[in-house]
């Protein structure tokens, strides 16, 4: 079994930067992609950010701008950096990995951002 774990998230002031943290842990050789999706309160979850292992990301419009996805493969670490934080990045932000074609999610870790 795979085990992620989100942390970073919180209650944040508007216009500042904030960066998560997801590390997976557990019967892992490699983790091929890794992700990010979020949850606005009372809507679905979609996705924000892909990278692959070789660290090639790829965003989901129109969250180009606004996220920066990275990885750290020694660490089956991935990290989503949120800039220049608005009230519309309010939600619960969860990671996952892909480990031998199975997809695996973190709980997810709540973002709450004050105007």
């Known amino acids: 079994q795979v085990q992620l774990v989100e942390s970073g998230g919180g209650l944040v002031q508007a216009g500042g930067p904030l960066r998560l943290t997801c590390v997976a842990s557990?019967?892992?050789?490699?983790?091929?992609?890794m992700g990010w999706y979020r949850q606005p309160p009372g809507e679905q979850r979609e996705v924000v950010a892909r990278?692959?292992?070789?660290?090639?990301?790829s965003y989901e419009y129109p969250h180009g701008t606004r996220f920066t996805i990275s990885r750290d493969n020694t660490k089956n670490a991935v990290y989503l950096g949120l800039n220049a934080l608005k009230s519309d990045y309010t939600g619960v932000y969860y990671c996952y990995a892909v480990v031998d074609t199975t997809t695996y999610w973190g709980q997810g870790t709540q973002v709450t951002v004050s105007s």
């Open positions: 557990g019967r892992i050789d490699s983790i091929d992609e």
């Open positions: 990278i692959t292992r070789d660290g090639f990301p």
